[in-house]
Structures are given as C-alpha cells and as structure tokens.
C-alpha cells in the first residue's frame, strides 16, 4: 500500500554531521505530516521532528538548533540534517508519514519506516 524506506545512518564522531533521507511509495495522494521518530533502548519512542506539507515544523527540545527537517513534496521525501551530533543521539531513527491519504482509501493513515541506526562515539 505504502511503503517508507530511510537511509544515511551510520557511526560518526561526536561533534560530526548526518543526513538521512526517507521515501514513500506507494498510491499517495498526501501526505499531510512527515516526521522522525528515535528509539534507543528501551520502550519509548521519542518524537525527534516533523513537518506539515506546507512547511510548518516541531523540534524536540533536545534537537533543536542542531537538527534540521525538510522535504520534498514532490518525491514524498523528507530528510533530517543532523549536526553536531552527541553521543546521546545514538538510537534507531524512524520515519513516519502521518495523516497520509491513500488512493482509495477514505480515512488517514500512519506509515512507518523499518529504522537506521545512528552511533556517535564520543
């Protein structure tokens, strides 16, 4: 139906930058919230950012003025610069788009990503 795949983890140095990227697929007509959602272990899944389609944005606290969300409309991307990063940002990273109407389908729906690992080493 659709399907959302990140990219760009990996392990960086404390200090160091990284960007990820998302794509969905699928039969999308909108998707009216992209976000980023991290785990690290434990239950909780944190709210890192998101964006509305016309461009509004969230941060958590713990990322603001480090991070950045954006996206292209046009792809059904959105991507997450990430820099200065802190050994503390190490978690899964999950892209979800929210409030997503689907050819076909008359309620909004939610899409989840499978995850990438970020590591920062201190």
């Known amino acids: 139906q659709v399907q959302l795949v990140e990219s760009g983890g990996g392990l960086v140095q404390a200090g160091g930058s990284l960007r990820l990227s998302c794509t969905a697929s699928g039969r999308i007509l909108t998707i009216n919230r992209m976000a980023w959602y991290r785990q690290a272990p434990g239950p909780q899944r944190e709210l890192v950012a998101n964006i509305r389609s016309g461009g509004i944005t969230y941060y958590a606290d713990s990322v603001k003025g480090r991070f950045t969300i954006s996206r292209d409309n046009t792809k059904n991307t959105v991507y997450l610069q990430m820099n200065s990063l802190m050994p503390e940002d190490t978690a899964v990273y999950y892209c979800?788009?929210?409030?997503?109407?689907?050819?076909?389908?008359?309620?909004?729906?939610?899409?989840w990503g499978k995850g990438t690992l970020v590591t920062v080493s201190s």
């Open positions: 979800a788009a929210e409030n997503t109407v689907v050819v076909g389908i008359a309620s909004l729906r939610d899409f």
